[in-house]
Nanobody, 119 residues
């Protein structure tokens, strides 16, 4: 079992920044990669960014140059630094894992942290 706990969401004005954190606990030795998804009201959940155990990253086109994913292996924590936030970044942000045989998005999820960007 893996437990994921997100934090760092909140209300911010357009142009502002937030840093989300996702702390993993439990059987974390099997995690290959971690990622962030988001789901805006009335929209499908979308993949935002991923980072592998060795630090390789992926970003959705919509957030390239705006968001940065990173990890602190000593703290078993993954971060999502979000800059120049726009109202369209408003969503519930979820942390997710990937393990052997369990693709990203089909494995463990956190409970989500709300990000609201006001115009």
């Amino acid at each position: 079992q893996v437990q994921l706990e997100e934090s760092g969401g909140g209300l911010v004005q357009a142009g502002g920044s937030l840093r989300l954190s996702c702390a993993a606990s439990g059987s974390i030795f099997s995690i290959i990669a971690m990622g962030w998804y988001r789901q805006a009201p009335g929209k499908q959940r979308e993949l935002v960014a991923t980072i592998t155990r060795d630090g390789s990253t992926y970003y959705a086109d919509s957030v390239k140059g705006q968001f940065t994913i990173s990890r602190d292996n000593a703290k078993n924590t993954v971060y999502l630094q979000m800059n120049s936030l726009k109202p369209e970044d408003t969503a519930l942000y979820y942390c997710a894992t990937q393990r052997p045989g369990h693709p990203m998005g089909r494995d463990y999820w956190g409970q989500g942290t709300q990000v609201t960007v006001s115009s």
